[in-house]
Antibody, heavy 125, light 106 residues
Framework: EVQLVESGGGLVQPGGSLRLSCAASGFNFGSYWMAWVRQAPGKGLEWVGNIKQDGSEEHYVASVRGRFTISRDNAKNSLYLQMNSLSAEDTAVYYC??????????????????WGQGTLVSVSS | DIQMTQSPSAMSASVGDRVTITCRASQGINNHLAWFQQKPGKVPKRLIYSSSSLQSGVPSRFSGSRSGTEFTLTISSLQLEDFATYYCLQHDGYPITFGQGTRLEI
């Protein structure tokens, strides 16, 4: 059974940093693109960024580029999101997501097949 | 950036109704579109991928279709458990984008 378990969320002051982790199990972690998706309270879903299977390629939404960094440790079956210079606009539930891999999508990444339960990040003074 | 225009943003319907939700892409995205259902306080659930493939375990009353850059999610006969918010997602190009969501109410 695929499981994605996020941790590391909490309350942080504006300008602060936080590191989220996602522990993956039930599949060959190193074979999948992984992503982070967030949802601000009462708002829609927003893709934050993703990372290729071997960590050689990363992409980010413009609003976090330069502040957030996604990394992974395939030996530990873990995904990370380092968030710096946080502002109130970053307050959201952050989901760890496994991207679909089937046919040609394995190389470029498919849609969002499996989701973790999410971890809440609150940025407030 | 590829914009996904989802409509309607909200709608009311009754059990047994046929419902359609549409997402229009600002440019061609091939079949790189998925649909998700989200209930309050819950994790989004994948319904449809590759524009028309039904996720395993999802009832067959859900279906997806494509006409050019317009994608449609159809619920053939609404059940009580289908009242939720629905999102489309394009993953053809970066940034990956979701539609704004459709809140389906009783």
């Amino acid at each position: 059974e695929v499981q994605l378990v996020e941790s590391g969320g909490g309350l942080v002051q504006p300008g602060g940093s936080l590191r989220l982790s996602c522990a993956a199990s039930g599949f060959n972690f190193g074979s999948y693109w992984m992503a982070w998706v967030r949802q601000a309270p009462g708002k829609g879903l927003e893709w934050v960024g993703n990372i290729k299977q071997d960590g050689s390629e990363e992409h980010y939404v413009a609003s976090v580029r330069g502040r957030f960094t996604i990394s992974r440790d395939n030996a530990k079956n873990s995904l990370y999101l380092q968030m710096n210079s946080l502002s109130a606009e970053d307050t959201a539930v952050y989901y760890c997501v496994r991207r679909y891999c089937g046919g040609s999508t394995c190389d470029s990444g498919g849609d969002f097949e499996y989701w973790g339960q999410g971890t809440l990040v609150s940025v407030s003074s | 950036d590829i914009q996904m225009t989802q409509s309607p943003s909200a709608m009311s319907a009754s059990v047994g109704d046929r419902v359609t939700i549409t997402c229009r892409a600002s440019q061609g995205i091939n079949n790189h579109l998925a649909w998700f259902q989200q209930k309050p306080g819950k994790v989004p659930k994948r319904l449809i991928y590759s524009s028309s493939s039904l996720q395993s375990g999802v009832p067959s009353r859900f279906s997806g279709s494509r006409s050019g850059t317009e994608f449609t999610l159809t619920i053939s006969s609404l059940q009580l458990e289908d009242f939720a918010t629905y999102y489309c997602l394009q993953h053809d190009g970066y940034p990956i984008t979701f539609g704004q969501g459709t809140r389906l109410e009783i």
